[in-house]
């Protein structure tokens, strides 16, 4: 397994993380390169169990993995040697 994190700021909407199934993310990133839903816009709401992604009249419901982040700035070496 790999771990992916992202940071984006969005305005007005405070900072908030998530951790998503590895499953959730293939099945947006298939979606959102078809040439028909690339181009739009995607509506992303989520509590505390589940998030939900909209585009167009397609949505995916996800249940969110309940769990910490790992530190990964510690395993990550500050100077290349």
């Known amino acids: 397994h790999r771990l992916a994190t ?11 993380g998530v951790i998503l199934p590895k499953r959730t993310v293939f099945e947006l990133i298939k979606i959102l390169k078809d040439s028909h839903y690339s181009e739009l816009a995607v509506n992303i709401t989520f509590d505390t169990n589940r998030i939900s992604f909209a ?3 397609l949505q995916i419901i996800s249940k969110l ?3 910490t982040f790992p530190d990964y700035n510690s395993l990550i070496p500050n100077v290349n040697s």
Do not use: C
Not at 6 to 16: E, H, K, T, V, Y
């Open 55 to 57: 585009v167009d009249s």
């Open 6 to 16: 992202i940071n984006q700021n969005i305005n007005g909407i405070p900072p908030f």
């Open 65 to 67: 993995i309940d769990a």
